[in-house]
């Protein structure tokens, strides 16, 4: 056994937080077809601790999703059939719902929300889980992607939903489906639906777990919530590599929208690396990425040790105070240059 992984599990056993530590009640909500798919994506991989909602106004689709919970909405308004991409039907049958809703939602201290914005479902439903979860006192953060550019008349219903989930969302993270297109563009739309799906899958399970379960270096939920509860609009980004300067730039060049760093208020990174993962490896992943966000006042790390793996490392983390309602939903340009 490595040195580090015994002082990390030193580090655990005595750490009085972790002896009856008490973990945030967690729930995930996934909103119309496409946020459906994702939360059906999150079970097949495994989410532990976690509660998962499918949430739509399509009968036949939220029959053929794994969750948790299922609440159809709007039987007397959509019949079952979906809104035809019409958001004030989401929203409609959301607010009919809304006691529905109230219960899964009680005690909740976190909650993640997931839709495809541009749809009618999805852009009606998600806006109005977050303003019932701020209500309820849970911290909640909208997860949502914004239309491929030849999906033409959704982007503009896309921006309206967003703006409207930012008004009651802590942090709205936003994942533009374009950027698939640099990363894999030979993908049918289909496949890359799946990316998507997979990629906020691995994110809600990736920071469920790393508030739940201590480690080297350890964030917690008021780590998680004092980024988020200033949030605004953010987004996400990843990184995969051996070496650290290539890890540090693949993850500045990797957010999934186009952002000014010069503008980020806060950021959440999280690496996960093999026993060799030194502290000061970890230190210098973490200097090279906060270097590029000179404004980003509040930043928290952590890191854990998958002893298993080999000398890989991943970091994953959210920007966050990139832009707010005033903004519409829109992000300005990059301005880091790969
Ligand atoms: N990540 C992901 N996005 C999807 C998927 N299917 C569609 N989308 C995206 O989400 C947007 C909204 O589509 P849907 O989720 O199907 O729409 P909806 O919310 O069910 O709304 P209506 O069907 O109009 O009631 C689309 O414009 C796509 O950009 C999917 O399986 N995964
Ligand atoms: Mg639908």
């Known amino acids: 056994m490595s040195f580090l992984k015994l002082v990390e599990e030193a580090l655990e056993a005595s750490d ?17 077809g496409g946020g459906c798919n994702c939360l059906h994506r999150m079970k097949h ?3 532990e601790g976690v509660e998962t909602v499918a949430v739509n106004t399509d009968k036949y689709h939220l029959s053929g999703i794994n969750s948790d919970h299922k609440i159809f909405l709007g039987e007397h308004i959509t019949r079952g059939y979906g809104t035809g991409g019409d958001p004030r039907l989401g929203e409609k049958s959301a607010r009919d719902s809304a006691d529905q809703i109230k219960q899964v939602l009680a005690d ?20 109005v889980v977050s303003e019932l979860a701020s209500k309820e006192g849970s911290l909640s953060v909208g997860i949502v992607t914004t239309p491929f550019s030849f999906e033409r008349g959704r ?4 921006k309206e939903g967003i703006a409207s989930l930012s008004h009651s969302a802590n942090c709205t993270v936003i994942l533009d489906n374009d950027k698939l297109l640099e990363i894999a563009p030979k993908l049918p739309v289909e496949r890359a ?46 990184g995969e590599s051996e070496d650290v300067q290539e890890l540090v730039s693949e993850a500045l060049c990797n957010p999934f929208m186009k952002v000014d760093f010069n503008e980020a208020k806060g950021a959440l990174i999280h690496i996960t690396g093999g026993s060799d993962l030194s502290l000061k490896k970890a230190y210098q992943i973490f200097e090279g990425i906060t270097d590029a966000m000179p404004t980003a006042r509040n930043v928290k790390f952590g890191a854990r040790i998958k002893s298993e793996r080999s000398r890989m490392i991943n970091v994953m983390g959210i920007v966050t105070g990139l832009g707010n309602d005033s903004n519409n939903g829109v992000i300005k340009p990059v301005s880091y240059r790969c």
């Open 16 to 32: 009085p937080a972790s002896m009856g530590r008490i973990n945030p009640k967690i729930v995930v909500f996934g909103c119309g």
């Open 45 to 47: 991989i495994g989410l």
């Open 108 to 127: 909740a201290d976190l909650v993640f929300i997931t839709a495809g914005m541009g749809g009618g479902s999805g852009t009606g439903i998600a806006p």
């Open 155 to 158: 982007l503009d219903v896309a």
């Open 193 to 238: 639906f799946t990316v998507m799906d997979h990629l906020i899958a691995e994110t809600v399970k990736g920071f469920s777990e790393t508030i739940c379960t201590p480690s080297m270096i350890n964030l917690d939920f008021s780590d998680f919530r004092s980024i988020m509860s200033s949030g605004g609009l953010g987004t996400m980004m990843f």
